[in-house]
């Protein structure tokens, strides 16, 4: 574990100590928990923020795919086969 500096206002410090005795830890205990804390909160962000890439990604990709096998092939999108496709009566 390594040591840290750190420089606050007066105001700060005394806030610090009292909810520190308030908590049944020191300062430094809790500026440790408060930097573990933000960066698992970092962390899950980053990781929640490339999952929504990814997945904007492959719903663009996905869409793009549609869109061309539509212009490559509409009944095959839409459904249709060529006995859909005849007039009613010309069966």
């Excluded at 793009?64 to 060529?82: F, H, K, M």
């Amino acid at each position: 574990m390594k040591n840290l500096t750190i420089t606050v206002e007066d105001d700060v410090l005394d806030w610090a100590r009292i909810e520190a005795a308030r908590r049944g830890t020191s300062v430094s205990r809790m500026v440790g928990d408060f930097m573990a804390e933000m960066r698992q909160r970092e962390d899950a962000y980053e990781r929640a923020y490339l999952a929504w890439r990814t997945d904007e990604r492959r719903w663009a990709a996905e869409n793009t795919i549609d869109l061309i096998a539509a212009r490559a092939c509409p009944a095959r999108v839409t459904g249709q086969n060529d006995a859909q496709k005849q007039a009613p009566g010309a069966a």
